[in-house]
T-cell receptor
Framework: DAKTTQPTSMDCAEGRAANLPCNHSTISGNEYVYWYRQIHSQGPQYIIHGLKNNETNEMASLIITEDRKSSTLILPHATLRDTAVYYCIVRVAITQGGSEKLVFGKGTKLTVNP | EAQVTQNPRYLITVTGKKLTVTCSQNMNHEYMSWYRQDPGLGLRQIYYSMNVEVTDKGDVPEGYKVSRKEKRNFPLILESPSPNQTSLYFC?????????????FGPGTRLTVL
């Protein structure tokens, strides 16, 4: 089961910042928060990931709360091409003999409007 | 260009006719996996491989086989496809299975079994 909770859908105006929240209250100390997005049945695309500190790359910023129970993905200047389903994923910790995998929840459908 | 490729991208077949979906990555990644995506169920892992000749079952392995004879290739084999295997399939790879390593996804293969 997914270990994250996200809003089902969000809207954002083109050119404005899109802030996508995610709750992961049961996250363990060694588990990373990953964000992927999927544009209309294409392969999921990696956006950003983090452990404790806030992270920024050319696509987005990731803000993780101090208690690590929630995070926010920020797309600073959303464009129409950012319309997609955004998945917040807690990378399941490796257990002996266990499978390393990304557990995708239902994600947030972000619609960027002109 | 670093990428994960899948072939075919679209396939319509009939029940019982063996098929293979190929997956190849050019990033020298050790870890590869297969997912299927179905409406309302999200992405679920089928099989994964931690290196050449090392494969293991994911969450939904029934009806599938895989092999990893070379590092770059990880084919998914359906020996006797059935209609419940109609789905969108994604191959993914990462350098290792460490929690900090990013998984890169292929473009997807849409399979229809009649």
């Amino acid at each position: 089961d997914a270990k994250t909770t996200q809003p089902t859908s969000m809207d954002c105006a083109e050119g404005r910042a899109a802030n996508l929240p995610c709750n992961h209250s049961t996250i363990s100390g060694n588990e990373y928060v990953y964000w992927y997005r999927q544009i209309h049945s294409q392969g999921p695309q990696y956006i950003i990931h983090g452990l404790k500190n806030n992270e920024t790359n050319e696509m987005a910023s990731l803000i993780i709360t101090e208690d690590r129970k929630s995070s926010t993905l920020i797309l600073p200047h959303a464009t129409l091409r950012d319309t997609a389903v955004y998945y917040c994923i807690v990378r399941v910790a490796i257990t002996q003999g266990g499978s390393e995998k990304l557990v995708f929840g239902k994600g947030t459908k972000l619609t960027v409007n002109p | 260009e670093a990428q994960v490729t899948q072939n075919p991208r679209y396939l319509i077949t009939v029940t019982g006719k063996k098929l293979t979906v190929t997956c190849s990555q050019n990033m020298n990644h050790e870890y590869m996996s297969w997912y299927r995506q179905d409406p309302g169920l999200g992405l679920r892992q089928i099989y994964y491989s931690m290196n050449v000749e090392v494969t293991d079952k994911g969450d939904v392995p029934e009806g599938y086989k895989v092999s990893r004879k070379e590092k770059r290739n990880f084919p998914l084999i359906l020996e006797s496809p059935s209609p419940n295997q109609t789905s969108l399939y994604f191959c993914a790879s990462s350098f290792t299975r460490e929690l900090s390593d990013t998984q890169y996804f292929g473009p997807g293969t849409r399979l229809t079994v009649l």
